[in-house]
């Protein structure tokens, strides 16, 4: 069975009832679904207050395994930042999740595909 590493657009998209992220969502209901310390990251950062923290923390927790950031990720983060040149610096967390993906040969699923345009190595679901 196929592992998705799905991205912070989604789960913000599935927050707001976007029809975009059930969609995609169900492209790969067959799926494993992970998401990465860096979404966790993401999600709760933009908690409003502690208790929504602790519901994004709950939520993630159990619906989802979390990657840790590993070395392989760091050396796949430094690849795409040497890559990158000129475009380096749209969005660290990006590229950090990109990176996942392509550390755990995944495929991310995401609603922001020009984030993460051009990324060499880097699937998307």
Excluded: W
């Excluded at 990465?36 to 709950?58: K, P």
């Excluded at 380096?88 to 345009?117: C, E, Q, S, V, W």
Aim: net charge negative; aromatic share 4%; hydrophobic share 50%.
């Amino acid at each position: 069975m196929e592992t998705v590493l799905i991205d912070t657009s989604i789960l913000v998209g599935l927050a707001r009832n976007e029809a975009a992220a059930d969609a995609a969502l169900a492209r790969v209901t067959d799926a494993i679904q992970v998401i990465c310390d860096v979404v966790l990251s993401e999600m709760l950062d933009g908690a409003r207050n502690e208790a929504e923290h602790d519901r994004i923390f709950a939520y993630c927790n159990k619906k989802f395994e979390i990657l840790p950031l590993t070395m392989e990720v760091s050396v796949r983060l430094r690849e795409i930042l040497r890559s990158a040149g000129k475009d380096r610096g749209k969005n660290l967390a990006d590229y950090l999740i990109a990176a996942t993906a392509i550390a755990h040969d995944m495929p991310l699923l995401t609603l922001n595909t020009k984030h993460f345009k051009g990324i060499k190595g880097l699937q998307l679901a």
